[in-house]
């Protein structure tokens, strides 16, 4: 068959929800753009990514990729037409809980690369839900013409093989995420599992994580949310730190969140500022001494650096990644006891519970985050055997 390929480059268009300033989708993408330079980088090639994204100027400036605008056809055709195949991923991009128009856009994507005689490759995406079951079929067959196909849960296989996918082209890993990495030169100063700095003239009050979003129109979700919260923060003091994944829309949740706090004696509340780059969010997430999300990567974050979480669920993604480390929700959208929030909170801020909180999860977090790496392995190598293949 020959051997090994060195000094050969690949253009690969990535397909999602970028561009939008999500710092939980922006994450997957850095994730996924860093495995690929470090698997390509194993493996003796380079790939160079052309990112499809709402904002390309912005996404080219962050990433230091080529980036081509995502809604206008002619830019969508000439970048996949120019390029070694297509990755769709990661994130919850086949779902139609959030509007009927994402899957047919990301399905047609898939579909264009596929007439055009690209292979492509599902990278770790969360399947569902899809309450349309016309829709079956679109996802159906661009997973049937996919060269590689993974899911970040056994949920959403299962899903894809009872739409008629074979389960056994079907691989799960983890998210993405799970294998980013800090800032560089930030290993040295952050402690996983814990905000290293001390308070002044005192004992280190802890610092808790907070990211909320809006769910429910009655916002009565995030009223139980500020009551749990006021419930520890009047028990001990904390420091209530609001971590906005997506902006604006967060930053005003957590404003308002804080404004239903009330009286909460020696503790404080403020809502933090990363920016636009994931792995400042990641390096805030591991100064935290616990988390408290709805965000589906704010607790991925959290997992990432060992940081104990609690987190409230208003999706079956929350549940099935909690599942994952052996989890469960402390409440839902629909239901949070205040003094069970507290009690459980009180249990992981204490040091030994802590302690014993990374003890028990390690060895399911080490693990995801080396899963984490397979889904570049699988496509660098795809695209090396091609090339292989055709001397």
Known sequence: MGGPVYGQTFRLVVSGY???????????????????ELEAERQGVRIEPVVL????????AMYGVESAHRMRPMDVLRAIRGSDGLISGGGSLLQDATSAKTIPYYTGILRLAQLLGKPTFIYSQGIGPVNRRWMNPLIRGVMKRSRYVSVRDAESAALLARMGVDRGRIEVVPDPVMGLPLPEGAEASAVAGGAPAAEPGGDRVPVVGVSLRGWRKDASDLARAASALAALARRRPVRLRFLPFHMPEDAAVSHAV?????????STAEVAAPGDDPQQMLLEVSRCDLVFAMRLHALIYAANRQVPMLGLSYDPKIDRFLGRLGLTAIGTTESLDDEAFADAAEA????????????????AILKLKDEAERPAKQIVQYLRQKIVRSR
């Open 348 to 363: 992981l801020l204490d040091e030994a519970g802590a302690e014993a909180w990374r003890s028990r999860h390690r060895d």
């Open 258 to 266: 804080m404004a239903r706090l009330g009286a909460i004696g020696a």
């Open 53 to 60: 994204s709402i904002d390309p100027a912005w996404t080219a």
């Open 18 to 36: 970028y561009g939008f300033r999500n710092s939980g989708d922006e994450a997957v993408l850095k994730s996924i753009l860093f495995a690929l």
